[in-house]
Structure formats: structure tokens, C-alpha cells
């Protein structure tokens, strides 16, 4: 049951960064799935390090920090990567959104339990 556990969350792991991999391509990045998978597990490395080390000002340091991160690995200027950023949120409303019309509500109803 281990391999299979692992294998799982390997899959859902990657299926998670598919909105930023979207966001990214969309505004001419260069990356793969493996590449933004990378990157968003060291980007919540970066921001748990900050969180934890920082207290007053950690959530605008790291997001600081989360922008430039993107900006250096998809090799996009500053403003490209704060709206890679913002619209990885956007595409993970519009999937969320299509996956309940497509069970006809049942994912949302599983979701608020």
C-alpha cells in the first residue's frame, strides 16, 4: 500500500501544478510539467523557510521571493511572474468550475463535506 500511497500523491502532486505550468505557457515561459512541479515544491520550501524564520513581515518577503523564484526558473521578467502567479488561480477556478458542471455538482458536494 506504501508504493501505491506514494504513487498517488506523486500524481496529484504534478496534477497541482498544472494551473501555473497553463499560467506560464499562456504568457510565453519556458517549462515543463516536471520543470513547474520543481518549482512549485521548491517555492513552498522557500516560503515555509521564510514563514518559519520570519514572523512580522514573512507573508511579503516570501511572496516577494515567490515572484522572483517564478521569474527565474520560467525566465519571465517581474511583471510576467505576478500574473503567472495570479493567473495559476485563475485556471485553478475555471478547472475547479468545469469538474463540477461535469459531475453536475457531485465534486462540490464532496468538497463541502
Known amino acids: 500500500m506504501g508504493f501505491v500511497s506514494a ?3 506523486i500524481i496529484f502532486y504534478i496534477i497541482s501544478a498544472l494551473p501555473l505550468h497553463l499560467a506560464v505557457k499562456f504568457l510565453g515561459g519556458k517549462t515543463s510539467v516536471l520543470k513547474t512541479a520543481l518549482v512549485v515544491f521548491v517555492g513552498g520550501l522557500v516560503v ?3 514563514n518559519g524564520l ?3 513581515w514573512a ?3 516570501a511572496f516577494i521571493l ?3 523564484v517564478y521569474a527565474l526558473a ?3 521578467g517581474w511583471f510576467k511572474a505576478f500574473f503567472a502567479w495570479l493567473l495559476q488561480f485563475v485556471f485553478l477556478i475555471l ?3 468545469i469538474l463540477v458542471v461535469l459531475t453536475g455538482g ?3 458536494s464532496v468538497m463541502l463535506l
Open 106 to 108: 457531485a465534486f462540490l
Open 48 to 50: 515555509a523557510a521564510v
Open 59 to 61: 507573508g511579503v518577503i
Open 54 to 56: 520570519l514572523k512580522f
Open 66 to 68: 515567490m515572484i522572483a
Open 7 to 9: 504513487l498517488v500523491s
Open 74 to 76: 520560467f525566465d519571465l
Open 95 to 97: 478547472f475547479y468550475f
